[in-house]
């Protein structure tokens, strides 16, 4: 007597991981920095770079075992993640090489493409080792502690560019903070999903506004006022204010009141103007921002800010094509804080609109991945994470276009900095990982070969299977 039909089990079903995908598009990533490469030789020298096969091998290398590690341990992660990082740092090495033919004593991209190196390392480890991201939850005060002794030692050590931010031993520097603002989302995603009802429903209620009780709130805001105060004695006000951001942020998110935000925008405006006010590094940079050509008027030439303004113009819709700018008269930072006038001058609004995008996709895909997951600590990193690179590239952008005042930070990805990039390279493994956990299919789907329904509370998973 044969089984019925009804009888049988249901038919395997796999869900797809979107390797091939990611691998596709690594390769278009590799290909676009190898091109881009090739362009600066044949516009500033008439020829192909003769080591043009080994920066594509190389960059082609790091690729290509970032891959592996995600292929083989976080076979469900986001397929966009690695391809738009590799596709940025690319880009960052080509315009660094790019100003390094206008500067020929201070070459840079070699160095930068060695930090490189080490941040893809740093990713193929955290994605090897780090099977969960929840483990990194019980060593949230760990975290604070670490990250409050990388802020203070900086203090220690002479300033450079007006701002005690490096660490400078021998040959040798890195910046200490660029670390930090990793262990400190660690720590206020880890407190912050622990004490979410508490902030949310207790304390004080006052006209509309739900006060939590000091015992609840007290804590996170101590830590949250050390860190801004030893960044406001180093002047370091760009990490301070991305620390600000990134509070207010996960304080919105873990509590769901919009309050948070209105209470956080004011606190900013206020302190932006006290600091801008009586702070003389910082009320310079604001003078700069207020009139940009002032030094032109003064008969001393134009400053950084105007010079930046100069190349955003001169590149047009268009650009003026790799290799045929002239933002190396920016001067000392044109390789990092004012790397993203290089890239408006040589491609143009339409190029600096598709690195725009870049970024918007990278942190929109951080935000999906977290928004999947039903812990609240995952939740909340990935968020702060992706808000991290985020509220760095609408700083960066800002200054360097006279939105705002210019801040001294590194573009993600595009500037020079070694410690800016082995940070960000640590922040995609990170949420390569969340992302893994959140389109993994439950242990029951694999065993049936049947997609459960997706959960209420983890919405936009379905379309990611």
């Given at each position: 007597?044969?089984?019925?039909?009804?009888?049988?089990?249901?038919?395997?079903?796999?869900?797809?991981?979107?390797?091939?995908?990611?691998?596709?598009?690594?390769?278009?990533?590799?290909?676009?920095?190898?091109?881009?490469?090739?362009?600066?030789?044949?516009a500033h020298d008439g020829a192909v770079p003769p080591d043009v096969a080994g920066y594509g091998g190389g960059l082609g290398l790091l690729a290509l075992l970032a891959h592996l590690a995600v292929r083989l341990r976080a076979p469900y992660a986001d397929p966009l993640l690695l391809p738009i990082a590799v596709l940025l740092n690319g880009l960052g090495l080509v315009l660094i090489y790019r100003l390094d033919l206008e500067t020929p004593g201070e070459r840079a991209a070699t160095t930068q493409l060695i930090w490189s190196t080490i941040g893809v390392a740093f990713f193929i480890a955290v994605v090897a080792f780090l099977r969960d991201h929840r483990v990194l939850q019980r060593y949230a005060y760990l975290s604070v502690a670490a990250a409050l002794v990388l802020m203070i030692v900086p203090i220690f050590f002479p300033a450079v560019n007006g701002a005690k931010i490096w660490i400078r031993i021998g040959g040798f520097s890195f910046q200490p903070g660029e670390f930090a603002k990793i262990l400190l989302a660690v720590f206020f995603a880890a407190y912050l999903a622990a004490n979410s009802n508490a902030l949310a429903y207790t304390g004080r209620k006052i006209w509309r506004f739900q006060?939590?009780?000091?015992?609840?709130?007290?804590?996170?805001?101590?830590?949250?006022?050390?860190?801004?105060?030893?960044?406001?004695?180093?002047?370091?006000?760009?990490?301070?204010?991305?620390?600000f951001g990134l509070f207010v942020i996960l304080l919105y998110v873990a509590t769901g009141r919009r309050g948070w935000i209105a209470v956080g925008l004011l606190l900013a405006a206020v302190g932006a103007f006290v600091v801008g006010s009586f702070e003389p590094h910082v009320h310079s940079?604001?003078?700069?921002?207020?009139?940009?050509?002032?030094?032109?008027?003064?008969?001393?030439?134009?400053?950084?800010?105007?010079?930046?303004?100069f190349a955003f113009a001169a590149g047009g819709m268009l650009g003026t094509g790799l290799g045929l700018g002239h933002s190396v008269l920016i001067g000392f930072a044109a390789k990092s804080d004012f790397i993203l006038a290089t890239a408006g001058e040589e491609l143009g609004y339409t190029g600096l609109t598709a690195v725009f995008l870049l970024y918007a996709l990278l942190v929109a895909r951080g935000y999906r991945a977290g928004l999947a997951l039903r812990d609240a600590f995952g939740r909340l990193l990935a968020i702060g994470l992706a808000s991290i690179l985020a509220l760095q590239v609408f700083v960066i952008a800002g200054g360097v276009t006279g939105l705002i005042p210019l801040t001294g930070m590194a573009m993600p990805f595009l500037a020079q900095g070694g410690s800016s990039v082995v940070t960000n390279w640590i922040i995609v493994a990170l949420l390569i990982r969340v992302s893994d956990l959140a389109r993994r299919p439950a242990p029951d789907d694999v065993e049936t070969g049947v997609v459960a329904a997706v959960p209420a509370e983890r919405p936009g998973a379905e379309g990611e299977r």
């Open positions: 007597m044969t089984a019925s039909t009804a009888d049988a089990p249901p038919p395997e079903l796999r869900l797809p991981r979107r390797r091939g995908v990611e691998l596709s598009l690594l390769i278009g990533a590799v290909l676009i920095s190898v091109y881009g490469y090739a362009a600066v030789g044949l006060l939590p009780t000091g015992r609840v709130l007290g804590p996170i805001v101590a830590i949250w006022l050390i860190s801004v105060g030893v960044l406001v004695l180093e002047r370091d006000l760009g990490t301070s204010l991305l620390f940079r604001v003078q700069d921002w207020l009139d940009p050509f002032a030094s032109i008027d003064a008969g001393r030439g134009p400053g950084q800010l105007a010079q930046s303004l």
